[in-house]
């Protein structure tokens, strides 16, 4: 899968997991969960340089789930249309982000409102991207 392609690229796929025992409480729909991790670890791959980050948290209430690249990132104005349908962001030179249907984020923050959670983005131009999503954790 990813460390693969991360592998291919001479990248490094580092993971980061430190649920707590609350992420046991978790009510998620795992096909869906596992489409929303495929598609942000796709595109951290694709745009990457040198390392992707997957990092996993929770805490009694949420599970945090973040996914970073040290690519290209996308300019301030830019990071809400990339959860649009169809939407591309014109990349400086060094994405691979021109192929695609650019279905990819608009899934994923689907996927990630119909667990009632919340997703958002931090990105600077040519310092990479982070998508955080956080998916509520049942309350027994």
């Not at 990457?48 to 040290?70: A, H, M, N, P």
């Amino acid at each position: 899968g990813y460390k693969f392609e991360a592998h291919q690229k001479g990248m490094a796929f580092l993971e980061d997991f430190k649920p707590d025992i609350y992420v046991l409480e978790l009510e998620a729909d795992i096909e869906m969960l596992m489409q929303l991790l495929n598609n942000l670890l796709s595109n951290a791959v694709r745009f990457g340089k040198e390392k992707v980050q997957f990092k996993i948290r929770s805490d009694r209430y949420w599970l945090y789930l973040t996914v970073t690249d040290d690519g290209v990132g996308i300019e301030a104005s830019k990071v809400d249309q990339i959860f649009n349908k169809f939407v591309q962001i014109d990349r400086p030179e060094g994405g691979s982000g021109y192929f695609g249907t650019g279905m990819g984020l608009s899934i994923v923050k689907r996927l990630v409102q119909l667990h009632h959670g919340h997703i958002w983005i931090e990105s600077q131009p040519n310092h990479g991207t982070a998508v955080h999503v956080k998916i509520p954790l049942a309350q027994l």
